[in-house]
C-alpha cells in the first residue's frame, strides 16, 4: 500500500495518523511526567545522631519508607517538600534505603557513617602473669561512638603500661579498621601493672597483676629430731628477687635405707616447711615446679 | 504445585510461603506417621501370619485339611499395602517440594578467607567453627526480618548487633513491613584475630536479593552488594555475632 497525499481520503489518514501520534506523545509525556513526579534524593553524607533531610520533586501525596539498621518506617509526605529525618531514626552506622511510593515507587539508598568516638573497649589479657615472660600481657582497643557503632578510622591510641613508677611501654598504634592492639612482654618486678589505652582524651585503664614467676635457687636446711627431721627452705624466690607467693607447692624428697618418700608443703610466709619420718642417714632434696634445689645429707647420728 | 513451581518466589506472598511451610511440615508428619503404622501393621500381620500358619498346619497335620482363610488374607494385605504405600511415598515427596520451594531461594553461601588474619592464626577448627555460626547469623537474620521473629536473633546475635536487630523487627512489626535476604552469597575475610583469641573481625563482601514488602506488597526489590564489618567473639560454645556494621567500602 502506497502513501498519498493528494487523494481525498488521504487527508483523513493523515489526520489519524497525526491523532494516534498526539495520543502516544500525550502518553508517553504522562508517564514520564509521573515518574519525574516522585523522585528523591538522598543526602551524600551522614553521622549517626544527626538528623538529614530527603529531598523529592513533585506533587501530591506519597508512602514514604525509611528501612535501615535499627529502623523502619512508614509515614505520608507531600512531594516537592523535604522530608526530615529524626536524629534518633539515624543512630545506628549502616545503609539505609528511603523508598517514596505513590503510584510507583522510588528509592534512594545512603550510608550513614559513625560519630566520634566516646567510648573505648580495651580488652586486657591474662589478669595475673608471671614476670619477665615474652609476649605475655597483650591489649586490644576498639573505639565506639555514643551509639555503639564500631569507629574504623578512630586515629592513633596510645597505649601505656606503668608498673609502679617504672614505664614499661608507651606506644602510639594507628587503629586499623576500628582495631588497635599490642604485645609486649611481662615486667621484672612482681605488683600491679597499669593498662591505659587512649585516644585524645578518651581513656581506658585496666589492671595486671604481675607475680613472681618459678622458684629460683632453692636451699634447704635441716636437722633430725627425736621422731625423724625437720627440713625447711630459705626464703623463696625466683630468678628476679621477687618472693614466690604462699601456696606455691614444694616438694621434698628424703632418701634413706627403707627408701623413698616425698612430702609436698605449701609455701607460708615466704618459706616452706616439712617434717620428714626416716631413720639412719638420710639424703633429703627439694624442687619446685620445674626448679630443682640443693641435696641435704644428714647422717644417722645427727 | 506445578504452578508454584513455575511462578518465581519473589511473586509469592510471604503469608503464602509461611502456610506452605506449614501444610509442608503437616504432611510429612502425617505421611511418616501412616507409614510408620503400616510398617508396623505389616509385622504385625506378618507375625499373625506366621502363627496361624502355624496353627493351621497343625491342625490340618491333625485333621489333614488345609486352611483357605489364612491365604486369602495374607494375599489381601500384599496387595493393599503397596498400593498404600506407592501413595504415602508421593504424598512424601509432594510434602517434601512443598517444603523445599519456599526455601529454595533463601540458601546462605559462605566462603571464608582466613589467610590474612593476624597476629594470631585462625586454626581451622576455629574456622570451621566461626564459618559455620556467622552463617547460622544470617540464616537466622533472614527469618527474623521476614516473618518479623525476633526469638531467632537471640543465639547468634549479641550486644549492639542484637539490640539493632531487634529494634528492626519491632519497628517492622509495627508497619506490618517485613525484609527479605535472598540469594545471599558472602565473601568473607578474616582481618584480624586477637592474641588471645577472644575477638575476630571479619570482612564480608556480601551479595543478595533485598526485597521490602509492606503487607505482603513488593515496594522494593533490588540485588544489593554490601560491605560489612563483623566483630564475633567466642560464647560458651559457639561465635557470636557482636557488630554488624555495613560501609561504603573497605
Same mark, same amino acid.
Given at each position: 500500500?502506497?502513501?498519498?497525499?493528494?487523494?481525498?481520503?488521504?487527508?483523513?489518514?493523515?489526520?489519524?495518523?497525526?491523532?494516534?501520534?498526539?495520543?502516544?506523545?500525550?502518553?508517553?509525556?504522562?508517564?514520564?511526567?509521573?515518574?519525574?513526579?516522585?523522585?528523591?534524593?538522598?543526602?551524600?553524607?551522614?553521622?549517626?545522631?544527626?538528623?538529614?533531610?530527603?529531598?523529592?520533586?513533585?506533587?501530591?501525596?506519597?508512602?514514604?519508607?525509611?528501612?535501615?539498621?535499627?529502623?523502619?518506617?512508614?509515614?505520608?509526605?507531600?512531594?516537592?517538600?523535604?522530608?526530615?529525618?529524626?536524629?534518633?531514626?539515624?543512630?545506628?552506622?549502616?545503609?539505609?534505603?528511603?523508598?517514596?511510593?505513590?503510584?510507583?515507587?522510588?528509592?534512594?539508598?545512603?550510608?550513614?557513617?559513625?560519630?566520634?568516638?566516646?567510648?573505648?573497649?580495651?580488652?586486657?589479657?591474662?589478669?595475673?602473669?608471671?614476670?619477665?615472660?615474652?609476649?605475655?600481657?597483650?591489649?586490644?582497643?576498639?573505639?565506639?561512638?555514643?551509639?555503639?557503632?564500631?569507629?574504623?578510622?578512630?586515629?592513633?591510641?596510645?597505649?601505656?603500661?606503668?608498673?609502679?613508677?617504672?614505664?614499661?611501654?608507651?606506644?602510639?598504634?594507628?587503629?586499623?579498621?576500628?582495631?588497635?592492639?599490642?604485645?609486649?612482654?611481662?615486667?621484672?618486678?612482681?605488683?600491679?601493672?597499669?593498662?591505659?589505652?587512649?585516644?585524645?582524651?578518651?581513656?581506658?585503664?585496666?589492671?595486671?597483676?604481675?607475680?613472681?614467676?618459678?622458684?629460683?635457687?632453692?636451699?634447704?636446711?635441716?636437722?633430725?629430731?627425736?621422731?625423724?627431721?625437720?627440713?625447711?627452705?630459705?626464703?623463696?624466690?625466683?630468678?628476679?628477687?621477687?618472693?614466690?607467693?604462699?601456696?606455691?607447692?614444694?616438694?621434698?624428697?628424703?632418701?634413706?635405707?627403707?627408701?623413698?618418700?616425698?612430702?609436698?608443703?605449701?609455701?607460708?610466709?615466704?618459706?616452706?616447711?616439712?617434717?620428714?619420718?626416716?631413720?639412719?642417714?638420710?639424703?633429703?632434696?627439694?624442687?619446685?615446679?620445674?626448679?630443682?634445689?640443693?641435696?641435704?645429707?644428714?647422717?644417722?647420728?645427727? | 504445585?506445578? !504452578?508454584?513451581?513455575? #511462578?518465581?518466589?519473589?511473586? *509469592?506472598?510471604?503469608?503464602?510461603?509461611? @502456610?506452605?511451610?506449614?501444610? $509442608?511440615? =503437616?504432611?510429612?508428619?502425617?505421611?511418616?506417621?501412616?507409614?510408620?503404622?503400616?510398617?508396623?501393621?505389616?509385622?504385625?500381620?506378618?507375625?499373625?501370619?506366621?502363627?496361624?500358619?502355624?496353627?493351621?498346619?497343625?491342625?490340618?497335620?491333625?485333621?489333614?485339611?488345609?486352611?483357605?482363610?489364612?491365604?486369602?488374607?495374607?494375599?489381601?494385605?500384599?496387595?493393599?499395602?503397596?498400593?498404600?504405600?506407592?501413595?504415602?511415598?508421593?504424598?512424601?515427596?509432594?510434602?517434601?517440594?512443598?517444603?523445599?520451594?519456599?526455601?529454595?531461594?533463601?540458601?546462605?553461601?559462605?566462603?571464608?578467607?582466613?589467610?590474612?588474619?593476624?597476629?594470631? !592464626?585462625?586454626?581451622? #577448627?576455629?574456622?570451621?567453627? *566461626?564459618?559455620?555460626?556467622?552463617?547460622? @547469623?544470617?540464616?537466622?537474620? $533472614?527469618? =527474623?526480618?521476614?516473618?518479623?521473629?525476633?526469638?531467632?536473633?537471640?543465639?547468634?546475635?549479641?550486644?549492639?548487633?542484637?539490640?539493632?536487630?531487634?529494634?528492626?523487627?519491632?519497628?517492622?512489626?509495627?508497619?506490618?513491613?517485613?525484609?527479605?535476604?535472598?540469594?545471599?552469597?558472602?565473601?568473607?575475610?578474616?582481618?584480624?584475630?586477637?592474641?588471645?583469641?577472644?575477638?575476630?573481625?571479619?570482612?564480608?563482601?556480601?551479595?543478595?536479593?533485598?526485597?521490602?514488602?509492606?503487607?505482603?506488597?513488593?515496594?522494593?526489590?533490588?540485588?544489593?552488594?554490601?560491605?560489612?564489618?563483623?566483630?564475633?567473639?567466642?560464647?560458651?560454645?559457639?561465635?557470636?555475632?557482636?557488630?554488624?556494621?555495613?560501609?561504603?567500602?573497605?
Amino acid at each position: 500500500m502506497s502513501w498519498s497525499t493528494n487523494t481525498a481520503w488521504a487527508n483523513r489518514r493523515m489526520r489519524l495518523l497525526f491523532h494516534a501520534c498526539l495520543g502516544i506523545a500525550a502518553v508517553v509525556g504522562v508517564a514520564s511526567g509521573v515518574c519525574a513526579a516522585q523522585d528523591l534524593r538522598a543526602p551524600s553524607a551522614v553521622t549517626a545522631g544527626e538528623p538529614a533531610t530527603i529531598s523529592t520533586t513533585g506533587g501530591g501525596k506519597a508512602t514514604f519508607y525509611l528501612v535501615g539498621p535499627g529502623v523502619s518506617n512508614k509515614s505520608d509526605v507531600s512531594l516537592g517538600n523535604g522530608i526530615p529525618l529524626r536524629a534518633q531514626d539515624l543512630r545506628a552506622a549502616g545503609q539505609y534505603f528511603a523508598i517514596l511510593c505513590s503510584d510507583i515507587c522510588h528509592s534512594a539508598s545512603f550510608y550513614v557513617s559513625p560519630a566520634r568516638p566516646a567510648d573505648l573497649a580495651f580488652l586486657v589479657h591474662p589478669s595475673r602473669v608471671p614476670v619477665a615472660q615474652s609476649d605475655a600481657v597483650s591489649g586490644v582497643a576498639l573505639a565506639f561512638d555514643p551509639f555503639g557503632n564500631l569507629v574504623l578510622d578512630s586515629g592513633t591510641v596510645d597505649f601505656q603500661l606503668t608498673a609502679g613508677k617504672a614505664s614499661l611501654l608507651s606506644q602510639s598504634v594507628p587503629a586499623h579498621d576500628g582495631i588497635a592492639w599490642f604485645r609486649t612482654t611481662s615486667g621484672k618486678t612482681a605488683g600491679p601493672l597499669q593498662v591505659v589505652a587512649s585516644i585524645g582524651e578518651l581513656s581506658a585503664r585496666r589492671n595486671v597483676q604481675e607475680v613472681a614467676s618459678e622458684p629460683c635457687n632453692l636451699r634447704i636446711t635441716g636437722q633430725r629430731t627425736k621422731d625423724g627431721l625437720v627440713v625447711e627452705t630459705e626464703p623463696v624466690h625466683d630468678c628476679g628477687g621477687n618472693p614466690v607467693p604462699d601456696g606455691t607447692i614444694v616438694s621434698f624428697t628424703a632418701t634413706d635405707a627403707s627408701g623413698k618418700s616425698t612430702v609436698d608443703a605449701p609455701i607460708k610466709r615466704g618459706v616452706a616447711r616439712a617434717e620428714i619420718a626416716a631413720s639412719g642417714p638420710v639424703v633429703v632434696s627439694v624442687a619446685s615446679g620445674v626448679a630443682m634445689g640443693n641435696e641435704l645429707r644428714i647422717g644417722g647420728g645427727q | 504445585m506445578i !504452578a508454584l513451581a513455575t #511462578l518465581p518466589i519473589t511473586m *509469592i506472598p510471604a503469608s503464602l510461603l509461611t @502456610a506452605m511451610n506449614t501444610v $509442608a511440615m =503437616a504432611m510429612i508428619s502425617l505421611t511418616l506417621t501412616v507409614i510408620t503404622l503400616i510398617v508396623i501393621t505389616k509385622i504385625s500381620v506378618a507375625t499373625i501370619s506366621v502363627t496361624t500358619v502355624a496353627m493351621t498346619v497343625s491342625s490340618a497335620r491333625r485333621r489333614r485339611v488345609p486352611s483357605i482363610g489364612s491365604s486369602i488374607r495374607s494375599h489381601a494385605s500384599s496387595r493393599i499395602t503397596p498400593r498404600i504405600i506407592s501413595r504415602m511415598t508421593a504424598l512424601l515427596a509432594a510434602s517434601l517440594f512443598l517444603f523445599c520451594v519456599p526455601r529454595s531461594k533463601a540458601a546462605v553461601n559462605v566462603d571464608m578467607n582466613v589467610r590474612h588474619a593476624g597476629p594470631r !592464626a585462625v586454626e581451622a #577448627l576455629t574456622e570451621r567453627g *566461626i564459618l559455620r555460626d556467622y552463617r547460622i @547469623a544470617w540464616i537466622s537474620l $533472614a527469618h =527474623a526480618l521476614e516473618f518479623n521473629a525476633a526469638d531467632a536473633l537471640s543465639g547468634p546475635f549479641v550486644s549492639t548487633a542484637r539490640d539493632t536487630l531487634m529494634s528492626d523487627v519491632s519497628s517492622q512489626q509495627r508497619f506490618d513491613l517485613s525484609t527479605r535476604y535472598l540469594n545471599q552469597n558472602h565473601k568473607v575475610e578474616a582481618v584480624y584475630y586477637a592474641p588471645e583469641g577472644d575477638v575476630i573481625e571479619l570482612h564480608d563482601e556480601a551479595d543478595y536479593q533485598l526485597q521490602i514488602l509492606d503487607g505482603g506488597k513488593l515496594i522494593h526489590d533490588e540485588h544489593v552488594v554490601m560491605h560489612y564489618v563483623v566483630l564475633m567473639t567466642p560464647a560458651a560454645d559457639h561465635w557470636v555475632v557482636r557488630q554488624l556494621q555495613a560501609v561504603p567500602r573497605f
